[in-house]
């Protein structure tokens, strides 16, 4: 069971609000009021779905993951590189453990308090986040991706894992820039300078093509605010280059230019992690349901 405790957001929302939309004019943020949560404390749960076991055909669902895997999809600094029986026992948690809708935050309910690590995926409207969950939780039918910019317009909370300690929640956000709404951007930013135990914000873009300015800035407000952040590419299938490598260099020399300035005096403990994902061709989703443990702490760096 998720336990859940509601708290007013602290901080200044005037300030940070202001902050947030000079510096990237286009984000917004909106949560129609809809978070649903027990009176109790308790998540209320929806779509709870049991994923069907894969039996024991393990060896064989390994030796199709070292076929398919036999590319790197992720570039790491600092991370140890997980081992195939890693990432295919990353496979398993995701396809094992139950999965469920947690919640749906709205514009004024967004802060919250969990026991249990959660990550978070951020990026611009259209950038492939929903799609990206799908991947990782194909049964969760109540993921909508879709091609018109700013569909997702609320943070939708999934939990995955049913043993206290061997459980994570992942949230997804509405997108920032063309499509998005001021509302949305405060309560995005709400939400992310307030959510206990949040281990990582990925910022998705789109590896056709990559960077925009308004991930620099989203990048600038989270080191800010000192949250952990890192850039996985989606619609690999769709990239210029066929060579995960070139993607791979390319979002690195984005994400280091990007730490440069943070970093300061901390570069000798920098670390870092690239992926590339499909939800096509389903490249990089056990290497990014490793980072996910890993960074949950689920699974030992
Ligand atoms: N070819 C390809 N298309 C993708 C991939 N991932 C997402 N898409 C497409 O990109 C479009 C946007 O996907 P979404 O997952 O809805 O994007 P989002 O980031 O959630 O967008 P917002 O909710 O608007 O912020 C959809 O048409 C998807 O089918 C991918 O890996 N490959
Ligand atoms: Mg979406």
Request: charged content about 25%; glycine content about 6%; hydrophobic content about 35%.
């Amino acid at each position: 069971m998720i336990r859940r405790t509601v708290r007013r957001s602290t901080y200044n929302s005037c300030s940070a609000s202001a902050v947030f939309r000079r510096l990237v004019p286009a984000i917004s943020i909106s949560f129609p009021a809809s978070l649903t949560f027990s009176t109790t404390g308790a998540w209320t749960l929806k779509d709870s779905t049991k994923i069907k076991s894969g039996s024991n055909k393990n060896d064989a669902g390994n030796r199709r993951l070292q076929k398919k895997d036999k590319h790197r999809y992720a570039l790491r600094i600092g991370y140890r590189t997980p081992a195939l029986n890693d990432l295919a026992l990353a496979k398993r948690f995701f396809e094992k453990s139950q999965i469920y809708h947690a919640g749906s935050a709205s514009l004024h309910d967004a802060a919250f308090d969990t026991i249990i690590p959660q990550v978070a995926f951020a990026g611009r409207t259209n950038a492939g986040k929903s799609s990206l969950l799908k991947a990782l939780m194909p049964e969760m039918k109540i993921i909508k991706p879709s091609k018109k910019p700013g569909f997702t317009r609320k943070i939708y909370f999934y939990g995955v894992g049913s043993k206290p300690g061997r459980e994570l929640i992942m949230s997804d956000l509405p997108g920032y820039g063309y499509g998005s709404t001021t509302e949305q951007g405060d309560a995005i930013l709400e939400y992310l300078r307030t959510a206990a135990n949040l281990k990582m914000v990925y910022i998705l873009m789109d590896s056709r093509v990559l960077e925009m300015p308004s991930d620099r800035q989203v990048i600038a407000l989270l080191d800010t605010y000192g949250i952990p952040w890192q850039i996985i590419g989606t619609k690999f299938d769709r990239a210029r280059s066929t060579n995960p490598e070139h993607v791979l260099d390319m979002l690195m020399r984005f994400s280091k230019a990007s730490r440069k300035g943070a970093m300061g005096a901390s570069e000798q403990y920098y670390k870092d992690e690239i992926i590339v994902t499909s939800d096509k061709t389903m490249v990089g989703i056990n290497e990014l349901k490793w980072s996910i443990m890993r960074h949950c702490g689920l699974v030992s760096e």
